[in-house]
Each structure stands twice: as C-alpha cells, then as structure tokens.
C-alpha cells in the first residue's frame, strides 16, 4: 500500500510482510536474537537520545557529523560483538533482502514467495538511483562495507526490550529517499507500537515482522508504548545523504 501526499507525491510505503508461511518464525527469531542482545548489553532506560531512551546498534557507511569523508561506523568492545553476531542472524538478511534487495529477481521469487522487494517494486526509479550512485561509491572505495547485500549503505537495531521513539527527523539521510523501517517483538498491534507520521496525522498499526519505508528526512515520526509485559524493538535501513553529494562531487568534499 502506498502513501501519497494531495499531488500524488510518495510519503509510505507499507510493505506489510512477505506472502511466506516462514515468516512469523523469521520475526520470532529476531526477537529472540534482539532479546538477548539486551542481556549482553544490559541496557538500561537512562540511555537518552534525540531518539528515545534506548540502546542502539548502528553498523555501515555514514558520511556526516563532521566526517570529511565516507567512513565505516566504528563500533567497539561488546557492542561490536553483539552487532556482529545480529548481523550473522538469517532472520536480519532476510529483513534486508524484503525491504530493498540487490539480488536477482529469481532469487527474491524462491525467497519470498512471488513477493518482490518493497523498495524495489514500489519506487523503482529511486531505487535505481540509489543503486547506481551508491555502486559506484563501492567500486571507488573499497575499504568501505555495506552490512547487507542491498542499496542501503546501514542500519541500526534499536534495543528495548520496549522501544519508543520521540518524534524525530533524520536530517542526515538523503532528504527525498527512504529508509525502510522493520518492527519486531510480541505486541498487539491494534493496543500499541504505531507508527505515527506526525506530520502527515497518520498513526499506522505496525504489525510485528512488517516493514515500512517512509521519508525520515523530512517527515517527524515516532512510535507509541506497548504494554508493560510486551517487547518491541526494531531495526532500520538508511543511506546519509552525504554519500550521494560526496559522488556527484567526484568523490570529494563539497568545499
């Protein structure tokens, strides 16, 4: 299902989940993976952000916050362990492969059931965009590594066991692409864990397992609470904008 705005312009897309008799045991094993990266990491609510108070685990190429160039996001000790070890989960490549995948289309036909890629079928010029500006990045630079086989350049688990997002805009990611979004965990999602598109006065059931792509550069979002004996998490996909000028610059600062 896609969101437009009142000029037809795309805001959402809902992607839901992959027509797959595996995919609740995918979305289960994600959780039970991010359930125990909280214990590793024994995360605590004081973890405060312009995000929300909650821990968070971000891997992939970023190029902002005072970056002269494109860098790999450096993460150390436990944290680069657990993020490690979530990376090497199946049930994390198949999120990335549904919400934007590189592969080939045969290939996204035996995995996800005649269910192509959202990001792909949905906004299939973007998505080539994405794919040609940020391939010839690779091929430039190769000591850069993307976490997933797909055109985003990271992502990031956000760790509860509860999360809750404030109302937000990611102000570094390319400001008229998306960023796919995937939520995890046990909760009803009739009695909480929307997704609220603030601006848009939108609040969207977020069924555990399904994943949305919206343009988290431009428009606040947030989630809402679910109950104090569920679990929410989730995990994201994004690419900085920097990236693309750092390109379209041949590949060097703007200044």
Known sequence: MLIVDRDGCLIAIL??????????KVQDEAQEHLQEACDRLKTKKGCTHRRGQFVTLSCGVSHGGGQTQPMNIQNRGRKAEVLADLNSKHCFTCFASFGS???PESLILTLFNRFL????SCAPKLHEYYATKLGSLFEHD?????????VFTAATCNLGPRVVCFP??????LSFGLCAITAIGDFDPSKGGHLVLWDCKLAIEFLPGSTILILSAVLAHLNTKVASHKTRFSFSQYSAGGLFRWVDHNFQSIV
């Open 117 to 120: 890629a959202v990001f792909q």
């Open 168 to 173: 937000h805009v990611d102000i570094a990611n």
């Open 101 to 103: 995948c590189a592969c």
């Open 142 to 150: 190769h000591s850069l590594c993307k976490p997933f086989n797909n």
């Open 15 to 24: 992607g839901g989940r992959p027509e797959d008799e595996n995919w609740q």
